[in-house]
């Protein structure tokens, strides 16, 4: 990404620290931050929270209302963070839309060590039984996308201090 963004889209699957890394990004550029749970319908939550994968239709919704809320944010001009998990191809094409002012961050991690994270967490809806669903579906960035791929095996200030780098951004003042 040549020029600086105006929105970043923090994917990854669930327990990857999306939350934790997009709060901390947004806190550090003084940017608005959109949480992605929040989008969910109440349905789509009670599922995941029995123990059922999403489906794609299930999804689409969401994916929409995230895309709106990247939307205002460019139309307003004020800059944004959201989460997305954003797993397939088809979901960051969605939410992203070949907008260059839309930056997508995928953070990586091996299953063992989002496992464990997701057993110490508590009172989310999306338990770890989920978490092969997760990867069965993601797909790895082909080398065509735009995205960057954010280690979190440091600290999520670590990850966040790969992001800011690798999308050459700097704290700005609201």
């Known amino acids: 990404m040549t020029t600086p963004p ?18 901390l990004l947004a806190e550090r550029l ?17 599922k995941m929270r029995s123990g059922r994968p999403l489906t794609d239709a299930d999804r689409l919704p ?3 209302a995230i895309a709106a809320w990247i939307d205002g944010r ?10 997305c998990s954003a797993l397939k191809r088809k ?10 002012e839309v ?9 063992d060590t989002i496992a464990a994270r997701m057993k110490a967490r508590k009172g ?3 338990t770890e039984a989920l978490l092969d669903t997760q990867f069965a579906d993601l797909e790895l960035p082909g080398p065509d996308e735009d995205v960057v791929l954010a280690p ?23």
């Open 103 to 111: 930056a997508m961050v995928l953070l990586d991690g091996d299953r």
């Open 30 to 46: 003084g940017w608005d931050y959109a949480e992605a749970d929040a989008f969910h319908s109440e349905a789509n939550v009670a």
């Open 74 to 83: 460019l139309a307003t001009g004020r800059p944004g963070v959201v989460t």
């Open 152 to 174: 979190i095996t440091g600290t999520p200030e670590e990850t966040v201090t790969h992001i800011v780098k690798a999308l050459n951004l700097a704290p700005t003042p609201r």
């Open 62 to 64: 969401w994916l929409r």
């Open 91 to 100: 979901y960051r094409d969605l939410i992203s839309g070949g907008r260059p």
């Open 124 to 126: 989310h809806f999306f």
């Open 6 to 23: 105006e929105v970043i889209v923090i994917a990854g699957v669930s327990g990857s620290g999306k939350t934790t890394v997009g709060e």
